[in-house]
């Protein structure tokens, strides 16, 4: 063990889900190790411990496990269960943290960012419960990170993880696991494979695009071996170190090639996509995209059709951004229903105290009381389970869906790489004058209210502030404006645009058009395309 002197690093406080950076950046000695004896020191030490070590593939995934093996060696870890050839999902790696009672895990990925040596890396560590670090224990490692005077690592050779074995470096025990084997175990235990399986193999079509990342491998594990799905149906299925050139984030703006196939002449009855690390997930019926708020409230309506929830659900959580429209739900079914920050930590404590047993977020993440994080896969099972019961195509049961509770049209402007200066601007703007928007009017809309979200948490009563503005309007409509903690270059703000239609005549609107008003509200609030220069958002989904 080598103990080697180096200091303080500006640029290593997470973001909403772990840090991310440039992959250059963390390629540059001793950045990464720096930040991994941060987490280490900042978690109390891993002496003794267990940890779960995996990545999406993406480009230096591998160099980096093997230099955080060799840091944990060195930092006197008992044992690394780490996936074969340094692969795991997201949802996978939460799965082994809890099947094994393990001391928590780092998951390398930057998530539905662009991969490759000149775009995105990323690293977080996940808490013994299989979740995300939860605000307090982040806080403690970035206290670290501003007080490291040296890190620990081994002077030992590379360790082969090409095959499923158990070995040594020095006295830590080394656990080479199938990335697949498990949770494809925990996904039997969930849901109704047969009914599936029977489903996959009559006349209805799927298909499922792996964006050239990590849940290929289990989306065809799962699909065309275990439940018999034609091969074929898991489309760009092969991980690659820079996703093929793509941007692996599962909507319809980077997911071409699934909604050219689903708005083809002979389209298949149901699509879905997967991100880059396998916890977002894209819900397409023939000829319709389902935005995640959407799907969330169609999974909470009919969740019952998987044996996991049919002893039903407790209640239900949403990021603060998601709409309402699984409020309404819960509301006909008298579930709890709470209203969380942005990030799947805040659902951890929910999900572990049994309030809740499904969680969502608009920026397409879905997920149960199964494992700690977002699942895009079993959000997908869950689809197919429903449909399998219900005997309808997603069509009619979005329609049925609006019909019974309301249309709650929805809609995110992304404005990407804007100066940080000038983002900062625009939001500070924003929060000054929230106090006299109540009364006014902005796109014709009169505004009902306004504030700064804040969450207290109502199992360990923590509070979390600054988490977006809310601007409430008559209409039934809601504007959310809301600087993203995902990117890795200049700022991103997300203005999320919602609006209630219960007239059943109006349930089929294109949802640009059904928010025209909102969306003028949010500029004439804002000024971002005038502040900005920009004639319409980078992204709109």
Same mark, same amino acid.
């Given at each position: 063990?080598?103990?080697?002197?180096?200091?303080?690093?500006?640029?290593?406080?997470?973001?909403?889900?772990?840090?991310?950076?440039?992959?250059?950046?963390?390629?540059?000695?001793?950045?990464?190790?720096?930040y991994?004896?941060?987490?280490?020191?900042?978690?109390?030490?891993?002496?003794?411990?267990?940890?779960?070590?995996?990545?999406d593939?993406?480009?230096?995934? %591998?160099?980096?496990?093997?230099?955080?093996?060799? #840091?944990?060696?060195?930092?006197?870890a008992?044992?690394? $269960?780490?996936?074969?050839?340094?692969?795991?999902?997201?949802?996978?790696?939460?799965?082994?943290?809890?099947m094994?009672?393990?001391?928590?895990?780092?998951?390398?990925?930057?998530?539905?960012?662009?991969?490759?040596?000149?775009?995105?890396?990323?690293?977080?560590?996940?808490?013994?419960?299989?979740?995300?670090?939860?605000?307090?224990?982040?806080?403690k490692?970035?206290?670290?990170?501003?007080?490291?005077?040296?890190?620990?690592?081994? +002077?030992?050779? +590379?360790?082969?993880?090409?095959?499923?074995?158990?070995?040594?470096?020095?006295?830590?025990?080394?656990?080479?696991?199938?990335?697949?084997?498990?949770? $494809?175990?925990?996904?039997?235990?969930?849901?109704?494979?047969?009914?599936?399986?029977?489903?996959?193999k009559? +006349?209805?079509? #799927?298909?499922?695009?792996?964006? @050239?990342?990590?849940?290929g491998?289990?989306?065809?594990?799962?699909?065309?071996?275990?439940?018999?799905?034609?091969?074929?149906?898991?489309?760009?299925?092969?991980?690659?170190?820079?996703?093929?050139?793509? @941007?692996?984030?599962?909507?319809p703006?980077?997911?071409?090639? =699934? #909604?050219?196939?689903?708005?083809?002449?002979?389209?298949p009855?149901?699509?879905?996509?997967?991100?880059?690390?396998?916890?977002?997930?894209? $819900?397409v019926?023939?000829? #319709?995209?389902?935005?995640?708020?959407?799907?969330?409230?169609?999974?909470?309506?009919?969740?019952?059709?998987?044996?996991?929830?049919?002893?039903?659900?407790?209640?239900?959580?949403?990021?603060?951004?998601?709409?309402?429209?699984?409020?309404?739900?819960?509301?006909?079914?008298?579930?709890?229903?709470?209203? %969380?920050?942005?990030?799947?930590?805040?659902?951890?404590?929910?999900?572990?105290?049994?309030?809740?047993?499904?969680?969502?977020e608009?920026?397409?993440?879905?997920?149960?009381?199964?494992?700690?994080?977002?699942?895009?896969?079993?959000?997908?099972?869950?689809?197919?389970?429903?449909? /399998?019961?219900?005997?309808?195509?997603?069509?009619?049961?979005?329609?049925?869906h609006?019909?019974?509770?309301?249309?709650?049209?929805?809609?995110?402007?992304?404005?990407?790489?804007?100066?940080?200066?000038?983002?900062?601007?625009?939001?500070?703007?924003?929060?000054?004058?929230?106090g006299? =928007?109540?009364?006014?009017?902005f796109?014709?809309?009169?505004?009902?209210?306004?504030d700064?979200?804040?969450?207290?948490?109502?199992?360990?009563?923590?509070?979390?502030?600054?988490?977006? =503005?809310?601007?409430?309007?008559?209409?039934?409509?809601?504007?959310?404006?809301?600087?993203?903690? %995902?990117?890795?270059?200049?700022?991103? $703000?997300?203005?999320?645009?919602?609006?209630?239609? =219960?007239?059943?005549?109006k349930?089929?609107?294109?949802?640009?058009?059904?928010? /025209?008003?909102?969306?003028?509200?949010?500029?004439?609030?804002?000024?971002?395309?005038?502040?900005?220069?920009?004639?319409?958002?980078?992204?709109?989904?």
């Amino acid at each position: 063990m080598t103990m080697i002197p180096t200091s303080p690093i500006v640029g290593q406080k997470p973001g909403t889900s772990g840090l991310r950076k440039k992959t250059r950046v963390f390629m540059e000695t001793p950045f990464l190790q720096n930040y991994v004896q941060s987490i280490f020191n900042g978690i109390g030490g891993i002496e003794g411990k267990t940890l779960v070590l995996g990545g999406d593939g993406r480009y230096f995934n %591998t160099e980096a496990i093997q230099i955080i093996m060799k #840091m944990a060696a060195a930092n006197g870890a008992k044992k690394v $269960i780490v996936g074969q050839n340094g692969l795991l999902s997201t949802p996978a790696a939460s799965h082994l943290i809890r099947m094994h009672k393990s001391d928590g895990g780092l998951i390398l990925s930057a998530s539905h960012n662009p991969g490759g040596i000149d775009a995105d890396f990323g690293l977080k560590y996940n808490m013994p419960n299989g979740g995300p670090a939860v605000e307090a224990v982040t806080a403690k490692i970035v206290q670290a990170t501003e007080a490291i005077d040296y890190y620990k690592i081994t +002077d030992a050779s +590379d360790i082969d993880l090409a095959e499923i074995r158990q070995t040594t470096l020095g006295d830590m025990k080394i656990d080479v696991v199938s990335p697949t084997d498990d949770y $494809i175990e925990m996904m039997a235990q969930l849901f109704d494979l047969d009914e599936i399986k029977r489903l996959l193999k009559s +006349d209805f079509r #799927m298909v499922f695009d792996a964006m @050239h990342a990590v849940t290929g491998p289990y989306a065809k594990a799962l699909l065309e071996d275990h439940l018999g799905a034609p091969a074929g149906t898991v489309i760009n299925a092969t991980p690659s170190l820079d996703f093929n050139k793509g @941007h692996p984030d599962p909507n319809p703006v980077w997911a071409t090639e =699934l #909604m050219g196939l689903m708005t083809g002449d002979t389209p298949p009855d149901f699509g879905a996509a997967s991100d880059g690390d396998g916890d977002r997930n894209m $819900i397409v019926g023939t000829n #319709m995209y389902i935005s995640p708020s959407d799907s969330l409230a169609v999974l909470a309506a009919h969740a019952e059709a998987a044996p996991a929830f049919r002893d039903g659900l407790v209640g239900v959580a949403r990021s603060m951004p998601t709409s309402s429209a699984v409020d309404r739900v819960a509301a006909a079914k008298g579930l709890k229903c709470f209203e %969380t920050p942005t990030g799947w930590k805040f659902f951890g404590n929910l999900l572990d105290a049994g309030e809740v047993r499904l969680c969502g977020e608009e920026s397409a993440g879905t997920g149960g009381d199964h494992v700690r994080e977002k699942d895009g896969l079993w959000a997908v099972m869950l689809w197919l389970n429903i449909l /399998s019961k219900t005997k309808s195509s997603v069509p009619d049961l979005m329609s049925n869906h609006w019909k019974t509770y309301g249309r709650n049209y929805y809609s995110r402007h992304d404005y990407e790489a804007i100066p940080t200066e000038t983002a900062d601007g625009i939001m500070g703007v924003l929060r000054g004058k929230l106090g006299v =928007l109540p009364g006014q009017s902005f796109g014709g809309l009169r505004v009902i209210s306004a504030d700064e979200f804040a969450y207290d948490d109502p199992i360990d009563h923590s509070r979390s502030t600054g988490q977006g =503005l809310r601007i409430s309007l008559e209409d039934d409509a809601r504007i959310v404006f809301r600087l993203s903690g %995902t990117g890795t270059e200049g700022a991103t $703000i997300r203005v999320y645009l919602e609006r209630l239609e =219960l007239d059943h005549a109006k349930l089929s609107l294109d949802p640009q058009i059904a928010l /025209s008003a909102v969306i003028e509200a949010a500029e004439d609030l804002s000024g971002i395309k005038s502040r900005t220069g920009r004639q319409a958002p980078n992204v709109i989904t």
